[in-house]
């Protein structure tokens, strides 16, 4: 059967400009052309085109045109390496999630924090921390005091000290503070551990939604791989 490319971009509401970019990108195998240079299709393309809009949402679009081109051209290998990392990505994104989460439960403030700014030291001691433990939080970009324009002093608002009291519940459940600097990145976004509850919650669903868009993605590329 021939099929031409507006019998392809019908099918998913696509201009027939765009499946033709796909073929220059390989994401589609190279289509046979007509003497008058034409391009002529087969169902197997069509089958291409299906496969790539469901890796789509589980993947992002350089890393679905990547498996693409690797399915398309022999490299099962490079496929299922790029399958891998994107698997890998979402347990990251998971363990994150977790992180932020556990964290927030976890959040008990000690009784003689008191609103407006601490020092240093005041604040080490609450926590039972060294002062060289929140200096080395610092320098790695977990929290940011402003200094004191007369002393040269830190000084450690209630949004730090909020911060503080994050990477210390994480440092003690073991996550390093590469991932600390992440999650703590999410709660100033978010303006503050309330806004975040929300934003967690968008973020689970988001994560649900690309684990269900990989199987879907998954079952559409082995169909894709083993025709029948």
Known sequence: MRLRPIDLAREHGLSTQAVRNYEDAGILPPADRSPHGYRAYTPHHAAA??????????????????????????????????????HAQLAEDRRTLHAVEAALRDLVPPRDTQPGVTFIGPLARRLGLRPATLRTWERAGLIVPRRDPRTGYRVYTAADVRDV????????????????????????????TEPLQAALHEWRERLTARGRAMLAGAAALDRYWTPD
């Open 49 to 86: 085109l299906r496969t790539f809009l469901a890796l789509l949402p589980a993947h992002g679009h350089a890393t679905a045109t990547a498996i693409m081109q690797a399915v398309n051209g022999g490299a099962a290998e490079e496929a299922l390496r790029l399958i891998d990392e994107s």
């Open 165 to 192: 009291l994050l990477a210390h519940q994480l440092r003690r459940g073991g996550y390093g503070l590469e991932r600390i600097a992440r999650v703590l990145e999410q709660v100033r976004t978010a303006g503050g």
